[in-house]
């Protein structure tokens, strides 16, 4: 009577791994999709905010300013 207990308890640990296996694999799969549409959101309002220039154009300087003076 015992080994039966054991293998119905197995076979019920099993089907409990595999229910929460397809849940993980469906978690990774919204979380990925979530991520894609953040992504192109993102690269819409960069394209709308003229942020894609970054880096490119005039930097402003944080901090003290030094003014350079020529003698002659």
Known sequence: MG???SCIKSV??????M??????????????????IASVFDIIISCVTCRRTRGTGVR???GFRTHRTHVA
């Open 3 to 5: 080994g039966v207990m």
């Open 12 to 17: 019920f640990r099993a089907i409990g791994g």
């Open 19 to 36: 229910c929460m296996a397809i849940v993980n694999g469906i978690a990774g799969i919204l979380r990925a999709i979530i991520n894609g």
């Open 60 to 62: 402003r300087r944080r």
